[in-house]
């Protein structure tokens, strides 16, 4: 029998409902073990609407499997293929009661719109896109989730967001947001998304007034929906021109004057760590603009560090962090005297007595305040400086943790030791401490893995320094030279004992 006969009876059966549902399964077990060709040909002449026809049913067991068998046939076929010959029955799919049968037409949507020409084309067909807008509105997260993804790809293109932009899809847009609050908050993610890729995007957007709206819910009574405003307002304003929006429109002195009211202490509780770490987003690309601007908020990050909140204490942690990891952001900190000075000594205070996940975070901004992108005189000043800090005995606090039986401490603790074996003085230190590159050059003393690739991390970096005498230069050379997961063997180990 030929394909085309095949497909001919196939095709027959699907027109008799109780033959409908072994009839799928006979195609889902054909298109399994069919070559690609067979597949391509079998795909081209079934009648697919037929097996459209088969998601008009209540047994979901049915809808299931006609969705995995379209999703079979339509993978075969070139892009745009499918969302021209069946773009009505695709448009009704994403109508469907059933979560698989919006996500089965959602992904074939989003496959073919890859092509430059295909997204054009549907740009032309609204009711589709109208379609995949309504979408947004699914109580599955899943659904909405992959229409936000589709119209995303859309809206990055100009003909896609003209599209709609267009009064047939702004409209039903509109409609959407008005289902309830967690839909109006993806249709902002979606804003933003298209947004935050071009000043170009961010006008014509801010014309529709969803922008404006945006802004509007920082007013919300509603902390949890403030906070979900504030995350998506820091990947905007990592951009230069959302920056100078936020800017402009007074948000950055609105989000600080959330957490600066002390008669509302619960409301400060839920929206400081959302709106720190917007802050340590913005302070890592313009440091010293942000010092300038809002002094108040370097020193509330500074005094956060002794408020004994643990989730304060953190967010605090990881935007000192995100803020001194560049030299920039290590400048402006630095301009601050003795705060940071304070700071820091405050963290080593800390230390002993945080827990685990938070000591961790403690370590990894030490780790970022010490490190250094380009090795300059003031930096190395500054960064010497800050180690100093770290109390009478600096490496003694860094040794206790690289030594911690406990693995996330130790990588934490090697890799804060890493940083300072970075720096010329901090070579010196390593050197000055009695022991310690005999515990580095112990290749017993670590069992994980990510642990010896930072051990060989340190000594590479101590390997071509100009502080060792020949006979330490050596042994760190031949150490990177075996490489970090070397093993001595039994032979190696016993001639050394005779000699």
């Known amino acids: 029998m030929s394909h085309k006969e095949w497909c001919a009876e196939t095709s027959a059966k699907l027109l008799q409902e109780e033959q409908r549902f072994p009839t799928l399964n006979e195609i889902k077990d054909y298109m399994i073990t069919a070559s690609p060709s067979e597949a391509t040909k079998v795909a081209n002449n079934l009648e697919l609407p037929l097996i459209f026809d088969c998601l008009n049913d209540s047994n979901k067991e049915q809808v299931e499997l006609a969705c995995e068998v379209l999703t079979m046939c339509m993978n075969q076929m070139t892009l745009g293929e499918s969302t021209m010959k069946y773009d009505t029955p695709l448009e009704r799919a994403l109508n469907h009661p059933f979560t698989e049968v919006k996500l089965m037409a959602l992904k074939e949507i989003e496959r073919n719109i890859r092509r430059e020409e295909v997204l054009t084309d549907m740009c032309k067909k609204h009711t589709l896109l109208v379609g995949v807008v309504r979408c947004l509105g699914d109580d599955d997260v899943g659904v909405a989730k992959k229409a936000i993804d589709i119209l995303t790809i859309v809206g990055l293109t100009a003909s896609g967001l003209n599209a709609i932009l267009s009064n047939q899809?702004?409209?039903?847009?509109?409609?959407?947001?008005?289902?309830?609050?967690?839909?109006?908050?993806?249709?902002?993610e979606l804003v933003i998304n298209i947004a935050k890729e071009s000043e170009t995007n961010f006008h014509a957007l801010e014309s529709t007034g969803i922008i404006n709206q945006i802004l509007e819910e920082l007013n919300n009574s509603d902390v949890l929906l403030r906070m979900n405003i504030v995350e998506l307002l820091t990947h905007f304003g990592l951009t230069r021109h959302g920056y100078r929006f936020l800017e402009s429109s007074g948000v950055l002195t609105k989000l600080f004057s959330l957490i600066d009211v002390p008669n509302d202490l619960l409301n400060v509780q839920l929206c400081e760590p959302g709106i720190l770490k917007f802050f340590g987003n913005m302070a890592h690309k313009k440091p010293i603009e942000m010092l300038s601007k809002y002094p108040k908020l370097f020193d509330r990050v500074f005094s956060n560090l002794e408020s004994g909140d643990l989730t304060v204490i953190g967010v605090s942690l990881d935007t000192l962090g995100i803020i001194g990891?560049?030299?920039?952001?290590?400048?402006?900190?630095?301009?601050?005297?003795?705060?940071?000075?304070?700071?820091?000594?405050?963290?080593?205070?800390?230390?002993?007595?945080?827990?685990?996940?938070?000591?961790?975070?403690?370590?990894?901004?030490?780790?970022?305040?010490?490190?250094?992108?380009?090795?300059?005189?003031?930096?190395?000043?500054?960064?010497?400086?800050?180690?100093?800090?770290?109390?009478?005995?600096?490496?003694?606090?860094?040794?206790?943790?690289?030594?911690?039986?406990?693995?996330?401490?130790?990588?934490?603790?090697?890799?804060?030791?890493?940083?300072?074996?970075?720096?010329?003085?901090?070579?010196?230190?390593?050197?000055?401490?009695?022991?310690?590159?005999?515990?580095?050059?112990?290749?017993?003393?670590?069992?994980?893995?990510?642990?010896?690739?930072?051990?060989?991390e340190i000594i590479k970096e101590m390997s071509?320094?100009?502080?060792?005498?020949q006979n330490t230069l050596l042994r760190l050379q031949e150490y990177v030279k075996e490489g970090p997961f070397y093993v001595r063997g039994v032979t190696e180990v016993a001639f050394e004992g005779n000699d």
């Open 464 to 469: 071509t320094s100009i502080l060792f005498d």
């Open 325 to 456: 990891s560049t030299n920039e952001g290590k400048c402006a900190l630095s301009s601050t005297g003795n705060k940071i000075t304070y700071a820091i000594k405050t963290i080593v205070k800390l230390l002993p007595s945080l827990p685990t996940e938070v000591r961790v975070r403690a370590l990894n901004c030490l780790e970022s305040l010490i490190r250094v992108a380009e090795r300059k005189n003031d930096m190395l000043q500054i960064t010497r400086k800050w180690y100093q800090a770290f109390g009478d005995e600096p490496m003694e606090v860094i040794l206790r943790y690289a030594k911690n039986p406990f693995s996330e401490i130790k990588l934490a603790g090697l890799d804060l030791l890493h940083a300072v074996a970075s720096h010329q003085w901090g070579q010196e230190e390593i050197k000055n401490t009695p022991g310690l590159i005999e515990y580095l050059l112990d290749r017993n003393q670590e069992r994980i893995k990510e642990a010896k690739e930072l051990k060989y």
């Open 169 to 188: 899809v702004i409209e039903p847009l509109q409609e959407v947001m008005a289902i309830s609050e967690v839909v109006r908050l993806r249709v902002y």
